[in-house]
């Protein structure tokens, strides 16, 4: 692969350093970033779970690199290895120039701009998921064994972030068998189907622990918070029985009503509303536009359905709660999400070469 680093790339880097810049410095003093100064202070570093737990990780790698490149050093690492996670895989899609500029707009957008360039386990969510895309947009074309850095991401994301890495591992079986024994459309579409069925199986099973957990969940978060909701689980089940409403919630961050009632929040539900708008519009526009045609590519639909309803909804409890939380968490997929758009709907090296068989 030919790496490409243009005006463009080097436009998207400056931003991400202007976002860690005024996270560090005018951010900060409208929000608390608590998470930052633990994992740089090293408080909450336990060395005998350091290859098991996120947060040891990352406040060990973070003080050690504050401790010899200083707080801005340890910033700058967190902000590149982001950079990384997004330049890897982007520059594996033939985008145009018009394609390209706009992807990097929807990420250099406030909320990610700031959460994923500085130290934090989001920066580092975005570095292993954007391995992890690149590494599935690799395999769309050829299958091949995943390389030392890929089984390193792998690792980080079962550490960090196991809710994103499971529809990673279902979106790479599903691409395995399609290419192993060239599935017709139908065949595809049978796949998805039982990959979907045994997703609910498992749910099904572990049904009443999953309920348990949604409670456990809701009790660390204080009532007393700003940015802390009433219990949204109130009967038993409720976890699932709200999936719908909760996966929009928990992706918006802050609803309209309550950026009204806190108007500081309001760009946030601004931001997000945004980005809402712009997936929902130009995905109803690529569905119409095939059912017009009468085209529609059923292993682009799997690979959607079976990416971005996974993450959404695996995702989902732990930024329902608090609108604050959900903003922050969101930044850790939201690349990932953004990338492997482009690359099911926009990129022309894809739509070449996914045409309906």
Not at 55 to 79: E, Q, R, V
Request: with cysteine; glycine share 4%; charged share 15%.
């Amino acid at each position: 692969m030919k790496l490409i680093f243009n005006k463009y790339w080097a436009t998207f880097l400056l931003v991400k350093f202007f976002w860690m810049v005024f996270a560090l410095f005018i951010f900060k003093n409208y929000v608390q970033l608590a998470d930052l100064e633990t994992y740089l202070n090293g408080s909450r570093v336990d060395f005998d779970n350091i290859f098991y737990s996120s947060t040891s990780m990352t406040g060990f790698i973070a003080s050690t690199l504050k401790k010899y490149i200083g707080f801005m050093g340890a910033n700058i690492a967190f902000m590149l290895i982001s950079f990384y996670g997004i330049y890897l895989p982007l520059n594996k899609l033939n985008l145009s120039r018009k394609s390209l500029i706009f992807c990097l707009f929807l990420l250099s957008l406030p909320s990610f701009g700031i959460w994923s360039s500085i130290v934090g386990k989001e920066a580092v969510s975005v570095f292993f998921m954007g391995i992890l895309a690149s590494y599935l947009i690799d395999i769309h074309s050829s299958i091949r064994r995943p390389q030392l850095i890929e089984l390193f991401a792998l690792y980080l994301g079962l550490i960090f972030k196991i809710q994103y890495v499971i529809p990673v591992l279902l979106a790479y079986f599903y691409i395995l068998i399609k290419n192993k024994l060239n599935l017709s459309s139908l065949q595809q579409l049978i796949v998805l189907s039982c990959l979907l069925s045994f997703s609910i199986y498992l749910v099904w099973e572990f049904s009443d622990e999953i309920n348990r957990l949604s409670f456990v969940i809701t009790s660390h978060f204080s009532t007393d918070a700003r940015s802390t909701r009433d219990p949204f689980w109130i009967n038993d089940y409720d976890i699932f029985y709200k999936s719908i409403t909760g996966i929009f919630t928990s992706f918006i961050g802050p609803t309209f009503f309550e950026s009204l009632n806190r108007p500081a929040v309001m760009p946030f539900f601004i931001e997000s509303f945004l980005i809402f708008s712009i997936f929902i519009s130009h995905l109803l526009y690529k569905a119409l536009s095939s059912l017009a045609k009468n085209s529609i590519n059923i292993y682009k639909v799997s690979l959607f359905v079976i990416i971005f309803l996974g993450i959404l909804t695996l995702s989902y409890p732990l930024g329902v709660s608090n609108y604050s939380t959900a903003i922050r968490y969101r930044e850790g997929y939201y690349g990932f999400l953004v990338v492997f758009y482009f690359f099911l709907f926009v990129s022309n090296k894809n739509n070449k070469s996914m045409l309906k068989k």
